[in-house]
């Protein structure tokens, strides 16, 4: 009878020297108590090592799927005829089936291999780096079942687009309470200024609206509004504050533009992410929409497995429950409605376009999903032709065919929408 073994740097074959002590389970422990007493037992009829971790991995990889490996195959070449004890039944049945020999898997067996492993080094020549190649063995298994690729970790968009969500509220919050505070000194300057990093860098270089003639605002305004906000800072209608006040007000001008440079830092991150993870799909929407979508779904791959009319509306499921329950007509569009694609189309035309983007965005998804190639020829090819769909549907003349817009695009081509101003 043989057994057999495996272990992180080879497979190995042993022989049962004393059958009749392997049928006492409950006892069996007591014969491996000393290597001595586990040789009276077994004996190694052959070993075969495994030349690197690639073929340790492969040779793990087949016998977890109960597969019959390369590996196996040669060291049970000549175990014709001869019963063979496994560690696993579903392995023991694809050996039989593949080399015709038969296999056992018991309790015994298992207290068997139980005794072989406490003394494996001293039976086996592989020195003293069992344990080393156990752990890399292990950690290769691992990347293996997983497949796992540190550049497609779509958590890390999902993260980043609920902070970014995050930001633009707080920020929101806090420039509109700038505004108001600031608004009794100087309430001209709001409409002058309406953008929210713009006023408060324009607060802290000035201070008393009284200091505006005499300071310098090129570096923070343009030319224009610069000396509008001068003028009008000559006859405004405010309050006067004092010191203490303004201390307080410049505090919060900082905390502004703090929250609006880490917004703009956020978004440059969330735009390579993109481009790294989901290229195709970032050509098709953009990085904002395409990163909501990510995010209301789950994961990319979540995301991929959804129909294309389930992408349509995604992110109006309250819409679409309140319709059915009402019986009235279900939305048209979802998130997607906040791609620029579906902003060039007329308002009448948006239903048509939201449906054709997203049939697209749904395969372009699927390619940066489970694809392994990082092309936007996909997403370049997909766009064009809902660009051309909409000049169909507005009666302007065809710009060409989309392949050849595809094939003249570089690789790397990757388009982005303008960015959204800072709130």
Same mark, same amino acid.
């Given at each position: 009878?043989?057994?057999?073994?495996?272990?992180?740097?080879?497979?190995?074959?042993?022989? +049962?020297?004393?059958?009749?002590?392997?049928?006492?389970?409950?006892?069996?422990?007591?014969s491996f108590?000393?290597?001595?007493?586990?040789?009276?037992?077994?004996?190694?009829?052959?070993?075969? !090592?495994?030349e690197?971790?690639?073929?340790?991995?492969?040779?793990?990889?087949?016998? +977890?799927?109960? !597969?019959?490996?390369?590996?196996?195959?040669k060291?049970?070449?000549?175990?014709?005829?001869?019963?063979?004890?496994?560690?696993?039944?579903?392995?023991?049945?694809?050996?039989?089936?593949?080399?015709s020999?038969?296999?056992?898997?018991?309790?015994?067996?298992?207290?068997?291999?139980?005794?072989?492993?406490a003394?494996?080094?001293?039976f086996?020549d592989?020195?003293?780096?069992?344990?080393?190649?156990?752990?890399?063995?292990?950690?290769?298994?691992?990347?293996?079942?997983?497949?796992?690729?540190?550049?497609?970790?779509?958590?890390?968009?999902?993260q980043?687009?609920?902070?970014?969500?995050?930001l633009?509220?707080?920020?929101?919050?806090?420039?509109?309470?700038? *505004?108001?505070?600031?608004?009794?000194?100087?309430?001209?300057?709001?409409?002058?200024?309406?953008?929210?990093?713009?006023? #408060?860098r324009?607060?802290? =270089?000035?201070?008393?609206?009284?200091?505006? *003639?005499?300071?310098?605002l090129?570096?923070?305004?343009?030319?224009?509004?610069e000396?509008?906000? *001068?003028?009008?800072?000559?006859?405004?209608?405010?309050?006067?504050?004092?010191?203490?006040?303004?201390?307080?007000?410049?505090?919060?001008?900082?905390?502004v +533009?703090? $929250?609006g440079?880490? %917004?703009?830092?956020?978004?440059?991150y969330l !735009?390579?992410?993109?481009a790294?993870?989901?290229p195709?799909?970032?050509?098709?929407?953009?990085?904002?929409?395409? #990163? %909501?979508?990510?995010?209301?779904?789950?994961?990319?791959?979540?995301?991929? !497995?959804?129909?294309?009319?389930?992408?349509?509306?995604?992110?109006?499921?309250?819409?679409l429950f %309140?319709?059915?329950?009402?019986?009235?007509?279900?939305?048209?569009?979802?998130?997607?409605?906040?791609?620029?694609?579906?902003?060039?189309?007329?308002?009448?035309?948006?239903g048509?376009?939201?449906?054709?983007?997203? #049939?697209?965005?749904?395969?372009?998804?699927r390619?940066?999903?489970?694809?392994?190639?990082?092309?936007?020829t996909?997403?370049?090819?997909?766009?064009h032709?809902?660009?051309? %769909?909409?000049?169909? $549907?507005?009666? =302007?003349?065809?710009?060409?065919?989309?392949?050849?817009?595809?094939? =003249?695009?570089?690789?790397?081509? +990757?388009?982005?929408?303008?960015a959204?101003?800072?709130?």
């Amino acid at each position: 009878m043989l057994v057999l073994f495996e272990t992180p740097g080879g497979l190995a074959l042993f022989n +049962v020297l004393d059958e009749a002590k392997i049928r006492n389970v409950d006892d069996l422990w007591r014969s491996f108590e000393t290597q001595s007493q586990a040789q009276k037992i077994i004996s190694l009829n052959k070993f075969v !090592k495994f030349e690197d971790s690639v073929e340790a991995v492969a040779a793990a990889a087949s016998m +977890v799927e109960c !597969k019959v490996g390369k590996t196996l195959k040669k060291l049970l070449k000549k175990a014709e005829g001869e019963t063979l004890g496994v560690a696993d039944a579903k392995l023991g049945a694809a050996i039989k089936e593949k080399l015709s020999i038969n296999c056992i898997c018991d309790s015994s067996i298992n207290e068997l291999l139980r005794g072989i492993r406490a003394h494996a080094e001293s039976f086996l020549d592989v020195g003293s780096s069992l344990k080393s190649m156990q752990l890399g063995l292990a950690h290769g298994l691992s990347r293996y079942k997983l497949k796992f690729s540190p550049d497609k970790v779509d958590t890390m968009i999902v993260q980043a687009i609920g902070l970014l969500d995050d930001l633009d509220k707080e920020l929101n919050t806090y420039a509109m309470r700038l *505004k108001e505070w600031y608004g009794w000194h100087f309430p001209e300057m709001m409409k002058i200024v309406p953008d929210n990093l713009m006023y #408060a860098r324009t607060v802290q =270089r000035m201070g008393m609206r009284t200091s505006a *003639k005499a300071t310098d605002l090129s570096a923070v305004l343009p030319e224009e509004l610069e000396a509008e906000v *001068k003028e009008s800072a000559e006859i405004s209608m405010g309050t006067e504050i004092s010191e203490h006040d303004l201390d307080n007000i410049l505090m919060l001008c900082e905390q502004v +533009v703090e $929250l609006g440079e880490y %917004r703009a830092q956020l978004f440059s991150y969330l !735009k390579n992410r993109m481009a790294a993870i989901a290229p195709n799909l970032t050509v098709m929407v953009g990085e904002l929409v395409g #990163a %909501r979508l990510i995010a209301h779904a789950g994961s990319l791959l979540n995301l991929a !497995k959804h129909p294309a009319s389930t992408v349509q509306i995604l992110g109006a499921e309250k819409a679409l429950f %309140r319709a059915l329950k009402t019986k009235h007509d279900t939305p048209k569009y979802g998130l997607i409605y906040h791609a620029s694609l579906v902003g060039q189309a007329q308002p009448k035309h948006k239903g048509k376009i939201s449906r054709i983007l997203a #049939a697209k965005c749904s395969l372009s998804v699927r390619v940066d999903a489970l694809s392994d190639s990082d092309q936007v020829t996909i997403g370049i090819e997909s766009r064009h032709k809902v660009e051309e %769909r909409i000049r169909q $549907l507005e009666g =302007r003349p065809l710009l060409g065919d989309a392949r050849a817009a595809a094939a =003249r695009a570089k690789p790397t081509d +990757v388009y982005y929408p303008p960015a959204v101003p800072a709130a």
